[in-house]
Structure formats: structure tokens, C-alpha cells
């Protein structure tokens, strides 16, 4: 059974920073090209960014562009966020997801939510 | 980017009947990487269909999907309660940039 669970997720202040990860089990986490996908509250999905499966290329929305990076650590199967100069546009529930270019997100963890907030 | 517009926004339905939802692409969806999901209150989306008509795992055979292109469409054939949720289609097909619609709520009557 494949599984995501995100953490990492809180309160922050505007301009502060924070770290999400996700980790992945029940497949072979290597193989596969993982995204971030957020929903801000009331709103729709927002594709965030993603990451190939051996690191060799990242892709972000122009919305996250220059302030989020994303990076993955094969070795413990698990998927990070970094994020920086957050505003209150940025808060969130981000998921993060199995697939990115050509292959569907088939599989989602439950969400982290990141509250951007004075 | 490809933009993705879904319609109509809200559906009210009653259970039993079919419906239609409708996703328009700006420009062609390269492949047919064209994806719906289903979202209930409270949950993570759950992946519906993929290749813009093949069913994911689990998924009851009363939903299907076609299309090709720019216009894509899920029909739900015969509405069940569990059904109702937000469902969004969205295209993996472009490599710098994967993209939602905006959603379609479907409410059972």
C-alpha cells in the first residue's frame, strides 16, 4: 500500500521561512517523479512544483518562483519544500503527490497546513 | 501555460441521473495527459481518471471520461449520494507547467 505523509507544517510569520517533507512508503519512492500540489482555504488546487525522480531537473509555479525549492533524498524516500519570504497568499494545505510531467497523481498524502499569519 | 476552464461551476443533480462536466483547454493537451480527480470536504483529491479516459484503480465504471485535444469531458452515468465533491480535471502533459481547472461542484439533489 503506498502511502505520503507530509509534515512540517504551523504558523509563520510574513517574510519568516519553513521546511515541508514528505515521506513515502509501500513503493519504490526512486522511481518516481514527486509534486507539490496546495489548496488555499475555500479555493482549488494549485500546482506548486515538481521534481524529477533522480533530481536532474525541478519545476515551480511562477507564483513560487525564486522563493521555493524543492529537493528529494531517494535514500530515505522522502520529498522536501523549502520555503521563503512566505506571504499570506501562501497559506495553504499543501499536499504532496506521486507523478508530475506525463504521470498522473495517482497517489496524495492527507495535506500540511501553512498558516502565514502576524 | 495551458489553462484549464471547467463548466459549468456548480451542478445540482439528482441521484440516478447522468451528468456531464466539461474541461476546455487554451491550447492542445499534449498526449492526452489530461487528468480528473474527485474531491470531498475535509480530504485529499482522489485520482478518477488519467489519459483523459482510462479509470484508475477502484474507480466504479459509472464514471468515464473522453476527449481529445482542447475539449475534455467526465460523465458520470448514474449518480450516487457518495458522489457529490468538487471535481477538478487538470493536464500533466506540458513539462514546465502542470495545471488545475478550477473545479466543478456536483450536488445531489
Known amino acids: 500500500q503506498v502511502y505520503l505523509v507530509e509534515s512540517g507544517g504551523t504558523l509563520v510569520k510574513p517574510g519568516g521561512s519553513l521546511r515541508l517533507s514528505c515521506a513515502g512508503s509501500?513503493?519504490?519512492?526512486?522511481?518516481?517523479?514527486m509534486s507539490w500540489i496546495r489548496q488555499a482555504p475555500g479555493r482549488g488546487l494549485e500546482w506548486v512544483s515538481y521534481?524529477?525522480?533522480?533530481?536532474?531537473?525541478?519545476y515551480y509555479a511562477d507564483s513560487v518562483k525564486g522563493r521555493f525549492t524543492i529537493s528529494r533524498d531517494n535514500a530515505k524516500n522522502s520529498l522536501f519544500l523549502e520555503m521563503n519570504s512566505l506571504t499570506a497568499e501562501d497559506t495553504a494545505v499543501y499536499f504532496c503527490?506521486?507523478?508530475?510531467?506525463?504521470?498522473?497523481?495517482?497517489?496524495w498524502g492527507q495535506g500540511s497546513l501553512v498558516t502565514v499569519s502576524s | 501555460e495551458i489553462v484549464l476552464t471547467q463548466s459549468p461551476g456548480t451542478l445540482s443533480v439528482s441521484a440516478g441521473e447522468g451528468t456531464t462536466l466539461s474541461c476546455r483547454a487554451s491550447?492542445?493537451?499534449?498526449?492526452?495527459?489530461l487528468a480528473w480527480y474527485q474531491q470531498k470536504p475535509g480530504q485529499a483529491p482522489r485520482l478518477l481518471l488519467f489519459?483523459?479516459?482510462r479509470r484508475a484503480a477502484d474507480i466504479p465504471d459509472r464514471f468515464s471520461g473522453s476527449g481529445s485535444g482542447t475539449d475534455f469531458t467526465l460523465t458520470i452515468s448514474s449518480l450516487e449520494p457518495e458522489d457529490s465533491a468538487i471535481y477538478y480535471c487538470q493536464q500533466y502533459g506540458s513539462s514546465r507547467s502542470l495545471t488545475f481547472g478550477g473545479g466543478t461542484k456536483v450536488e445531489i439533489k
Open positions: 489519459g483523459a479516459s
Open positions: 503527490a506521486r507523478g508530475g510531467f506525463r504521470y498522473r497523481f495517482d497517489y
Open positions: 491550447e492542445s493537451v499534449t498526449g492526452n495527459y
Open positions: 509501500g513503493f519504490n519512492f526512486s522511481d518516481y517523479y
Open positions: 521534481i524529477t525522480s533522480s533530481s536532474s531537473a525541478m
